[in-house]
């Protein structure tokens, strides 16, 4: 691990955990020595970083000073805490670690009077139940489309019937009550939108369509938009669901 890579890691497990945050929770939230810990202490409090604390008792990130202080309106704030708090509670894990570690980032930036804004805000997100079910394959299906790699698919249609596709993800959609990948199906020569429950496997075919995702997912919409307001048959037709 790098220098700026720990020193980037440490940083963050003070924005994100309940302070004072112990020398070796630290070292355990990190991967580092407690030795290293008190060493990169020292390096981000010449850096800028107001951290309060001492060996013994624990560390407080009191300001951030490696990140430009932020100014948002109160419904500005409001937004951002309703925003990432639903997507905290839509039930996918990496997503719900990044919405909190977004909000610390975020947090880090911001004025005392803003902190406490977003604090307390009057916005909030509860659902007793998660929005939609973790899915395995869901780690994949993203890096596959951030990189731009087909996938081969063995998918369960709405009859029952599995079959092996190789598509090209474009973008993971959330609609009301289910997950889709849309996507381009190679059998199909055309766009095909996949409900990921009915995903039974997911498996990378190192093949690439760089860097055409970009254009295809923007024909896609559009044609989703046109499809939706143009005729009846609604977005089904258009995508082409399996």
Known sequence: MSRSERLFRLLQALRTLPAPVTASRLASETGVSLRSVYRDIESL???????????????????????????FERIEIEALVLGLAEVKQMG????????GAALAKIAATLPSLAQQHMLHAVSQVHRFDRRFPPLPDMALIRESCWRERALRLRYRDRKGQDSERTVWPLAVMY????????ARCCLRQDFRMFRLERIVSAEATGEL???QRAALLREYLARLEWQQHGHASGMKSAAGQD
Do not use: C
Request: hydrophobic share 40%; proline share 9%.
């Open 45 to 71: 409090r010449v850096s800028g970083a107001d951290i309060g604390g001492e060996r013994g008792y624990g560390y407080t990130l009191v300001e951030d000073g490696t990140l430009p202080p932020q100014m």
């Open 92 to 99: 996918d894990p990496a997503l719900t670690a990044a919405a």
């Open 209 to 211: 369509f760089r860097p």
């Open 175 to 182: 609609l009301e009550n289910m997950l889709v990948l849309l």
